[in-house]
T-cell receptor
Framework: GESVGLHLPTLSVQEGDNSIINCAYS??????FIWYKQESGKGPQFIID?????DKRQGQRVTVLLNKTVKHLSLQIAATQPGDSAVYFC????????????FGKGTHLIIQP | DADVTQTPRNRITKTGKRIMLECSQT?????MYWYRQDPGLGLRLIYY???????NKGEISDGYSVSRQAQAKFSLSLESAIPNQTALYFC???????????FGPGTRLTVL
C-alpha cells in the first residue's frame, strides 16, 4: 500500500548548524502534510504544516518545503539547538484528515555540542 | 493541566487479559483517535471517532475495540491481550477540520 517514509533513520548535526530532515510520500492524492516532533517519553507535538497548494511555509526557525513533482517533503531547522533533539515524523492525510494521519517512520535528530 | 490525558501511563499485563486504556480531553474537539507506535515505526491508526455516535476502523483495528462514552472520552480495549500488542498507545484529538492533531502523553503497554 502507499505509505509515507523517511530517507534516514538518524541525523547528527552540530549545535548551531542547520538541520534538514527529509520525507518521501507515495500517495499523490495527499493534500495536507504535517511535521511532528516527539521527545523521549512524550507524545508527538505539532511543528508545522503545509497544504498541497503551497511549496514552502515558514515558522519560527523551521521551514517546510514541498515538492509535489517528486513527492518529497523536507523540514529545515535553522540554528539547531540542544532542545531540538527528538524524533521527527512527517505525516499526511487526504481531504482534510477525515481518516486520520498516516505517519512516516521517523528520523532521530541528534545534536552534537 | 494537560489538554489530552491518558490513563494508565504504564501497564504490564498477561496474555489473555482484558485491558482498557482511557483517554480524556478538555479541548472540546469532536474528533478523537487511537494510534499505536512500535519501535522503528511511525504511529499507526487503530480507530477513530468523529463524534459519540461515530466509530471507524483504522489501519490496524483487529484485536481492538473502542468506546466513545462522551465527546471528551474515548477508550481503547484489548479484549484478549497478546504479546504482539506490546507497544506505545497514543490518543489524539482534532477539531472538525481534522488536520492538526493533539496527542496525549501515551500509554506504554507490555503484554507478557
Amino acid at each position: 500500500g502507499e505509505s509515507v517514509g523517511l530517507h534516514l533513520p538518524t541525523l547528527s548535526v552540530q549545535e548551531g548548524d542547520n538541520s534538514i530532515i527529509n520525507c518521501a510520500y507515495s500517495n499523490s492524492a495527499s493534500d495536507y502534510f504535517i511535521w511532528y516532533k516527539q521527545e523521549s517519553g512524550k507524545g508527538p507535538q505539532f511543528i508545522i504544516d503545509i497544504r498541497s497548494n503551497m511549496d514552502k511555509r515558514q515558522g519560527q526557525r523551521v521551514t517546510v518545503l514541498l515538492n509535489k513533482t517528486v513527492k518529497h517533503l523536507s523540514l529545515q531547522i535553522a540554528a539547531t539547538q540542544p532542545g531540538d533533539s527528538a524524533v521527527y515524523f512527517c505525516a499526511e492525510n487526504i481531504g482534510g484528515g477525515a481518516d486520520g494521519l498516516t505517519f512516516g517512520k521517523g528520523t532521530h535528530l541528534i545534536i552534537q555540542p | 493541566d494537560a489538554d489530552v490525558t491518558q490513563t494508565p501511563r504504564n501497564r504490564i499485563t498477561k496474555t489473555g487479559k482484558r485491558i482498557m486504556l482511557e483517554c480524556s480531553q478538555t479541548k472540546g474537539h469532536d474528533r478523537m483517535y487511537w494510534y499505536r507506535q512500535d519501535p522503528g515505526l511511525g504511529l499507526r491508526l487503530i480507530y477513530y471517532s468523529f463524534d459519540v455516535k461515530d466509530i471507524n476502523k483504522g489501519e490496524i483495528s483487529d484485536g481492538y475495540s473502542v468506546s466513545r462514552q462522551a465527546q471528551a472520552k474515548f477508550s481503547l480495549s484489548l479484549e484478549s491481550a497478546i504479546p504482539n500488542q506490546t507497544a506505545l498507545y497514543f490518543c489524539a484529538t482534532s477539531d472538525l477540520r481534522g488536520n492538526e492533531q493533539f496527542f496525549g502523553p501515551g500509554t506504554r503497554l507490555t503484554v507478557l
